[in-house]
């Protein structure tokens, strides 16, 4: 059964290498150019990887030789140093958008989901540094106004919009918590309340006296005759 399952993950593997484009850190620039990308980091003994596979390689014949969408997948066992780039710290990891500044997506992982994303996301050009012609005037002055900066200027920029980012996560990830609390609070006092009343009313006797006499009433008995 052992070698049985090994030739099938042998088997499997070798069909999604047949359908899908392995990026590496040598052919990104390459195969990416033009493209929008949706690329999946994964570690091949992850469980969580092997169920996400089928699905992301149905989505990936569904795009095969598009014009603009390029679906790939990262080894991150053998592309070490690549995947290390792009802080990847769970398998599956996702990036999709524009290979120059990709994004990552965290949305449902099943069939249906990711491909209604990719075409609702990735089928049209979108605008980059290396793809200006299908930029607004608003955003070729946008690109402009970061050109004319130093690095260190835009790296400060950065830092400061993923400190504003981590703020906000931050304070999102306390106010569910706090809310977690409110709901947990509530459920003890609810349940507090409900097991005094019925210690107070002695309601399960109440409803145990009221099953039989409803019993007997249907026999045509009376407690006295118990």
Excluded: W
Excluded at 123 to 128: V, Y
Excluded at 136 to 157: H, R, T, Y
Excluded at 198 to 222: A, F, I, M, P, W
Aim: aromatic share 10%; net charge negative; proline share 4%.
């Amino acid at each position: 059964p052992t070698q049985q399952r090994t030739i099938c993950l042998l088997l499997a593997a070798s069909l999604v290498a047949a359908n899908m484009l392995d990026v590496t850190e040598e052919n990104y620039d390459t195969i990416t150019a033009g493209k929008n990308v949706f690329i999946m980091f994964y570690e091949p003994g992850s469980e969580s990887c092997k169920r996400i596979l089928p699905d992301f390689e149905k989505m990936a014949i569904d795009f095969k030789d598009h014009d603009v969408v390029l679906i790939g997948q990262v080894d991150c066992a053998s592309e070490t140093v690549f995947c290390e780039d792009f802080d990847i710290k769970l398998y599956p990891t996702f990036y999709f958008g524009d290979p120059s500044a990709p994004e990552v997506y965290d949305g449902e992982r099943d069939y249906e989901s990711m491909i209604n994303f990719a075409e609702e996301n990735l089928t049209q050009e979108l605008c980059s540094v290396n793809n200006i012609d299908v930029c607004s005037p608003e955003q070729k002055k946008v690109i402009d106004e970061f050109k004319q900066k130093s690095p260190k200027e835009l790296d400060d920029m950065a830092d400061e919009i993923e400190r504003q980012a981590k703020l906000d996560e931050d304070a999102f990830e306390k106010a569910v918590q706090e809310l977690q609390d409110q709901y947990k609070n509530l459920v003890d006092d609810y349940n507090d309340k409900i097991e005094k009343l019925n210690q107070q009313t002695h309601y399960r006797l109440l409803k145990s006296v009221t099953l039989l006499k409803e019993s007997l009433q249907e026999q045509g008995k009376t407690f006295e005759e118990l």
